[in-house]
C-alpha cells in the first residue's frame, strides 16, 4: 500500500510541477507577473518568496497552480485598466501562449523521457525478417496456453517446416491446414507438441496466440530524441483517433478516471523501473492532450477565448465567459464521473471469462512503428 501511495506520488508530482512550470515561464517571458507559483493545495508547509513571487509547498500534493497577477478577464466596466504586469494587459497571444505552454511543457517532458528510454533500451526491430521466432507473450484461450508454451521458449518447426524467423514462423502458420505440429526449444530441451484444428478460435482460424519476444537495435541520441518526439505524436493521434471512433460507431468512449490512473500506476510500480518511467510519459501525454481539449475551464477552453479575441479584437462579454465556464464545469464533473464508473467496472467487475488477456512484454514497444504481432 505504502509503495503505490508512493509510486502515484512519483508518477503525477513531476509532471503537475512541470505542467504548471510550462505556465511560469510562458509569464516569465511575456511579462506577467507571477503572485504565487504552489506546488499541492491545501496549507502552506514552506514557502519563500523571491521577488513579486512566492514559492509554496502545500500539504496536499496532487496538483499546484500559477497565480498570475490579476484576473484573467479584466472587467469591461472596471473603473481602471489593468496594469502593464498584469495577465489581462497582455496582448492576445501572449495570454494564449500563457495558457498553452503548461501542455506544451507536459508534452516536452514525455518527449524526454521517451527519448531517454529509447536511447537506454534501443528501437525495436519492426522488420520480421530479423525478428527471432522467440516467444515474447501467450496469450489467455488460445492454442499457444493449451500447448504450455511460455515466455523465451524458440520455435523451431512448423508441421515440419524449418522456422528461423518471425516471417517464416507467420507464412507457415498462414499455410497450416488441419491440425498443427509444433517443435520448440526450452533452454536445452527440445519439445514437440500437437494442435487438433478444432481447438483453433474459429473467428481467427491461423492465429496461434503468442507475439514475437522484441529485439532492439541501438540508436544514436540524436534518433532517439527525433523519436521521443514522435511518440508524443504517435499518442495523441492514436488517442483521438480512437475516440473519433468510438463516437462515429455510437460507443461510449473507454476512458480513466482518477480510480483507474491510480491502479494502472500501482501495476506499473511492481513490473518494473522501465515500464514505471514510461508510464510518468505516458501520463504526461494524456494530461497535456486533455488540458487542450476546447473545453471551458481547462487551459484549451481559454485559448479559444484568446484566439477569438485575436480574431475579433474584443472578448466575449462576462455573462457568456461566465456561462461557459459553468458549462465546462459541469461537463468536467460528468466526464470524471463516468470515467470513474467505467474505473469501478472494469477493475472490481471484471467478467469471470474474458476473451482474450494478454500478457503484457516486459519491454514497452517505443516506437509504436509496427501492429502487436500475434500469430
Not at 217 to 239: D, I, M, R
Amino acid at each position: 500500500m505504502l509503495l503505490s501511495v508512493l509510486a502515484v506520488l512519483v508518477v503525477l508530482s513531476p509532471i503537475v510541477i512541470v505542467h504548471e512550470f510550462g505556465h511560469y515561464i510562458a509569464c516569465r517571458l511575456t511579462g506577467i507577473r507571477v503572485n504565487e507559483f504552489s506546488f499541492g493545495f491545501g496549507k502552506i508547509l514552506w514557502h519563500k518568496k523571491v521577488g513579486d513571487t512566492d514559492y509554496q509547498i502545500r500539504a496536499i500534493p496532487f496538483g499546484g497552480f500559477v497565480e498570475p497577477a490579476g484576473p484573467m478577464f479584466h472587467p469591461q466596466d472596471a473603473p481602471e485598466p489593468p496594469k502593464p504586469y498584469e495577465f489581462a494587459a497582455k496582448k492576445w497571444y501572449a495570454k494564449f501562449f500563457m495558457v498553452v505552454n503548461g501542455a506544451l511543457f507536459n508534452y516536452l517532458l514525455a518527449a524526454v523521457i521517451f527519448g531517454i528510454l529509447i536511447y537506454i533500451q534501443g528501437r525495436p526491430e519492426v522488420d520480421p525478417v530479423k525478428l527471432s521466432t522467440t516467444v515474447g507473450s501467450v496469450a489467455k484461450g488460445y492454442p499457444a496456453e493449451k500447448l504450455d508454451l511460455q515466455p523465451g521458449d524458440v520455435i523451431t518447426k512448423i508441421n515440419g517446416i524449418n522456422v528461423t524467423n518471425w516471417q517464416e514462423l507467420s507464412d507457415a502458420l498462414a499455410a497450416r491446414e488441419g491440425d498443427l505440429s509444433l517443435t520448440y526449444q526450452r533452454n536445452a530441451d527440445t519439445f514437440s507438441a500437437t494442435v487438433k484444428a478444432e481447438d483453433f478460435n474459429s473467428s481467427a482460424p491461423k492465429v496461434l496466440g503468442i507475439t514475437v519476444s522484441p529485439t532492439f537495435v541501438p540508436v544514436a541520441w540524436w534518433k532517439a530524441a527525433g523519436l521521443g518526439f514522435y511518440q508524443c505524436y504517435y499518442w495523441t493521434k492514436f488517442s483521438l483517433v480512437s475516440l473519433g471512433q468510438s463516437f462515429a460507431k455510437k460507443k461510449a468512449p473507454e476512458l480513466a478516471g482518477p480510480i483507474g490512473i491510480v491502479n494502472v500506476i500501482h501495476q506499473a510500480a511492481h513490473r518494473g523501473l522501465l515500464d514505471f518511467v514510461f508510464l510518468i510519459a505516458m501520463l504526461s501525454v494524456a494530461v497535456g492532450m486533455f488540458n487542450l481539449f476546447p473545453i471551458p475551464i481547462l487551459d484549451g477552453g481559454y485559448a479559444l477565448v484568446y484566439l477569438w479575441e485575436g480574431l475579433t479584437h474584443k472578448l466575449p462579454t462576462e455573462k457568456t465567459l461566465n456561462i461557459a465556464v459553468n458549462c465546462g464545469l459541469y461537463l468536467l464533473i460528468l466526464l470524471v464521473v463516468y470515467a470513474s464508473y467505467s474505473d469501478i467496472k472494469r477493475i472490481f467487475f471484471k467478467p469471470k471469462t474474458a476473451a482474450v488477456e494478454t500478457t503484457q512484454a516486459a519491454q514497452p514497444d517505443l516506437t509504436q512503428e509496427q501492429e502487436h504481432v500475434q500469430d
